[in-house]
Structure formats: structure tokens, C-alpha cells
């Protein structure tokens, strides 16, 4: 699903205040630090919680080797100032030949600040742009509104709910499933891209406005 640019370890993304790269090593400590907190843990799919002995370590090989098999995209995000230890991971998974299925995690001390939204919108224009994933799936635990949050502001459609599994949970949860398709998120990068006049209330100013497909009129 992933192609070459993705499975060499010096990838990298970049975005205002984080960069996005492959976990390595040195890492295993600062990951574990949140990933053994229950409020962390009790919101994922794959968690664990006691978190075991060398869990850390044993994510970082798996995510590397999927990520260089061209199998996922697993990145630590740092901040891109000051001592930058991991503060956060996203990862995109393939599901099947067409689909993608999005996760991620932070630190609580870093909660709030609007880091996952940023994150997860680099990772989505990375997946869409170098993949050719016709959908992006999120899953959001049923009591988790900060995440259910992130998804709607980085363009994710609540599609319904139901019980799935979590595999570090054990058995089936009542969980809310979201979907970005491919097409949505070329209208809303194509609307993005309009001059700021254009989001001023329409008859008020003669502005350039996009046609859903994609094209400027004046109005
Ligand atoms: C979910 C998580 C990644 C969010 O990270 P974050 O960096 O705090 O997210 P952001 O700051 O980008 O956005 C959070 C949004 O949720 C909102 N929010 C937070 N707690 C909320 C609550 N209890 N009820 C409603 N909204 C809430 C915030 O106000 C914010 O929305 P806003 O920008 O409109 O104000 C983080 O809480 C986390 O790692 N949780 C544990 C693991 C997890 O839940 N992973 C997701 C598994 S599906």
C-alpha cells in the first residue's frame, strides 16, 4: 500500500509546531511513559494495559518492519523545538486493497493543544497523496469525545456505531465508525486553497467561489 518514499526510515513529515517520523529505539522509554496509563491504554485497540515489560520495544520493531514492508505508516510524533522526546504516536494501517484505517495516541500532558488534529491532517494528505487508498476508516471508542473531536475536525464522517473488537480490551466494545473518502478530501483541500476574501459571506463581495468540481467562478 505504501511506497518506497514511506519505507526508508529517513522519511519524514513536517508540520507547523511537530515533526512526524519512524519510532526508533531510543524511543521506547519515552513511549512507554504514556502508553502504560490507563487513560491512554483503556481508549486503543492495541494497548495493552498493565503495559508489559519491553512492550515499547516490541511496538517499535513491529512498527518498523510494517513500515518498511510498505504494510503501514507508524510515526512518533516530537515537538520541532526544545528537547523534542516522542510525545505522541499515529499510525495508517492498510486494510484491504483500497483502505486505510487510521489510529493514534498522545501523551496527556500534551492533550488539548490541537497536536493529534495537526498530526492527523498531515498524515491523511501523506496517505491520499502517496497511496491509492479510496477511504481512511477510524474507529473511536464510544466514550471517547476527544477523539470522536479530531475526527470531525480533520474532515472524518460518522458513518454509525456498533460493537467491534479491541484486541488489547478483549471481547466487543460499543465504539462509534468514522470515514474520510478520497474524493471529500480533495473538495476540502481544494476549498482550502481559495483566497481568504472567498470565506467572506457570499453577495457581500465579488469573490471567486469553487463549484464542486473544483473549478473558480466569479459571483
Ligand atoms: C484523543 C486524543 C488523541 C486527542 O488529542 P489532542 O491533541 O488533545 O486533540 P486536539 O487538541 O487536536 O483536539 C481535541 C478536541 O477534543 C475536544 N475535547 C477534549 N475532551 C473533550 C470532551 N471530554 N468532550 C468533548 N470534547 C472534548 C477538545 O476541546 C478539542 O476540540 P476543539 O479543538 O474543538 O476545542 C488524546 O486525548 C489521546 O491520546 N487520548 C488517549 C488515546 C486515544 O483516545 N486515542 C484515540 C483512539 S481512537
Known sequence: MFPDLTRDDVFRLETKRLWLRWPRASDAPAIAAFAALPQVAQMTANIPHP???????????????????????????????????????????????????????????????????????????????????????ANSRAHNPASRRVLEKTGFVYVDSGLDSLPARGGLHPCDRFRLERADWRDAREARRLPPMAHQRLGAVDVPIADPAGELHEC
Open 51 to 137: 503495559y508489559p515489560p519491553k512492550e515499547a520495544d516490541r511496538f517499535i520493531f513491529k512498527a518498523r518492519a510494517e513500515n518498511s514492508g510498505g504494510k503501514a505508516l507508524h510515526l512518533a510524533i516530537t515537538r520541532k523545538s526544545g528537547a523534542r522526546p516522542v510525545l505522541g504516536l499515529v499510525s495508517a494501517a492498510a486494510s484491504g486493497e483500497i483502505e486505510v484505517e487510521i489510529g493514534y495516541a498522545l501523551a496527556p500532558e500534551a492533550w488539548g493543544k490541537g497536536i493529534a488534529t495537526e498530526a492527523l491532517r498531515t498524515v491523511i494528505d501523506t496517505v491520499f497523496a502517496l497511496t491509492p487508498a479510496a477511504r481512511i476508516l
